[in-house]
């Protein structure tokens, strides 16, 4: 055999053996659960919470909390990132139940006490079903879908499902596939990837306002990603910038709070344009 043909086999032997490891791996390299307990008992201070469960249709059950407040605004709908539970991840409802707004929070599958095999579309599938029995009880006007890191992909694509009263994205990604290419460019991940995640697809179906919060310094998710993001629904989407923020810690920086205080509680209103330079001349001579 020649040399040249034996280098060849050898690339593609590791190119196949790459790629096979790459497929039944990359659960593992992209979700980092953390398994709790089923007595394990909840608790946040000077919080009250619900827990409960949700049966799915193919046998599995997700876990997830209520975080209740007196005479509520409105419920937040907060889809948590990749790691740990939402015994970790609980932490943040405070910086909605203090603006006086419900939480409701829910463990992927694999996550803290949610059972079942993990795919893109049985997720999306849980996560509508927990929107419906909200949805029983409030109306969507009065609904916000909050998607952090990971969840922005599946709050992006319920709120395009949905008519929400707003959906917030906090350090959202354009695609996971691209992301991805990003570190490892040779491979063919549209063929491997088994959560692609095109948020940028299903954002283009969303009418609600979106809100689009990012850190200047994210090196997992770089904040270019919300810019293209803020560009694909422009007369919907307003893109808030926490300088200095990274991929973990806007919760650390009063500017994100002052944020998502205006974001929240803030009713949106038309702006007067007339007058302003953006008015041609001419049509203002008319009116």
Not at 112 to 117: C, E, L, V
Request: net charge positive; charged share 25%.
């Amino acid at each position: 055999m020649p040399y040249w043909a034996y280098i060849t086999l050898i690339v593609l032997a590791s190119y196949i053996v790459l790629s096979v490891l790459l497929y039944f791996l990359q659960d593992y390299i992209m979700f980092k659960p953390e398994k709790l307990p089923k007595d394990f008992l909840f608790h946040y201070d000077n919080q009250e919470i619900e827990e409960y469960n949700v049966e799915t249709r193919d046998g599995a059950v997700i876990n997830g909390l209520h975080f209740k407040t007196k005479n509520p605004k409105g419920i937040v709908f907060y889809l948590k990132g990749n790691s740990k539970s939402i015994k970790g991840w609980g932490k943040f409802a405070v910086d909605f139940t203090r603006h006086g707004y419900d939480v409701v929070m829910v463990d992927y599958r694999g996550f803290g006490k949610s059972t079942g095999r993990r795919t893109q579309k049985a997720v999306k599938r849980d996560l509508q079903i927990v929107y419906n029995q909200i949805k029983e009880n409030v109306s969507e006007k009065y609904i916000i879908l909050y998607g952090r890191s990971l969840g922005s992909g599946f709050a992006t694509k319920l709120a395009s499902m949905n008519n929400p009263r707003m959906l917030i994205l906090d350090a959202p990604y354009y695609s996971l596939t691209k992301m991805a290419k990003k570190y490892i460019p040779f491979m063919p991940l549209s063929l491997l990837v088994k959560f692609p995640m095109p948020t940028y697809k299903w954002l283009q179906y969303v009418q609600c306002p979106v809100h689009i919060i990012h850190g200047t310094d994210d090196k997992l998710i770089p904040y270019k990603t919300s810019v293209k993001l803020s560009k694909i629904k422009p007369k919907l989407s307003r893109l808030y910038t926490v300088i200095g923020g990274g991929h973990k810690n806007l919760n650390t920086f009063e500017s994100y709070h002052k944020m998502l205080d205006e974001i929240i509680n803030t009713k949106p209103k038309p702006t007067d344009l007339k007058g302003s330079s953006m008015v041609p001349k001419k049509l203002q001579e008319k009116e």
